[in-house]
């Protein structure tokens, strides 16, 4: 079962509400192996639009640990990424996994790159071959830029800024928001349903 968790621009709205980015949403689904899986989306309402980077990406919350099953012995690269590629956490600007994706690490994941278990704070992506129009969004505003692959119930939040545009030859864009990928330990969702109560108990 798949469900979709939306996570509006925060911040971003001076900078980007007449160029169509509207944050980031969330789809969660649950592979063959049992393990949770977050794609995660930046979504636009005026195409067309083309996802040019993920940058300045900073750790805000959660202790979720991500799996990694690709050719590297784990790596964020979607290069690596074994097929089916369910069961593998990669980032990238839109496209599919394999070889023939375009997107590169940043100088923000240090002298490992991609090559490392966690995005440190910093940390970006990039498509290092524009033209191409790997990032694009589709026809439904939508570009892919990560799958977070969790076992058990975790959670791991994020803020992101992106650069986009309208294609080759248009001015660069930016715009920021924030995320989260895998789901709340069962004790998680009993807090925040005590807390539901109590604010309701307050309100009586």
């Known amino acids: 079962m798949n469900f979709v968790v939306p996570f509006l621009a925060v911040g971003a709205l001076a900078a980007s509400a007449n160029a169509g980015f509207t944050g980031f949403t969330v789809e969660n689904s649950v592979n063959g192996s049992g393990n949770n899986v977050s794609k995660v989306y930046a979504n636009f309402d005026a195409l067309p639009a083309v996802l040019l980077n993920v940058f300045g990406v900073q750790n805000t919350g959660g202790s979720a640990t991500f799996i990694h099953n690709d050719f590297a012995g784990g790596s964020w690269a979607p290069q690596f990424t074994i097929a089916p590629g369910d069961n593998d956490s990669y980032v990238t600007i839109g496209g ?109």
């Open 96 to 204: 599919t996994f394999g070889f023939a994706n375009s997107t590169t690490a940043d100088p923000g994941w240090g002298g490992a790159g991609f090559n490392q278990p966690g995005i440190p704070n910093g940390a970006g992506w990039f498509n290092n071959n524009p033209p191409n129009l790997q990032g694009a969004a589709n026809a439904q505003g939508k570009v892919l830029v990560g799958q977070f692959v969790i076992s058990g119930d975790a959670t791991r939040s994020y803020f992101a800024k992106i650069g986009f545009n309208a294609g080759i030859g248009t001015p660069t864009v930016f715009g920021e928001g924030n995320f989260t990928v895998g789901v709340p330990a069962p004790g998680a969702f009993a807090l925040l349903g005590l807390a539901g109560l109590a604010g309701r108990r307050r309100r009586a």
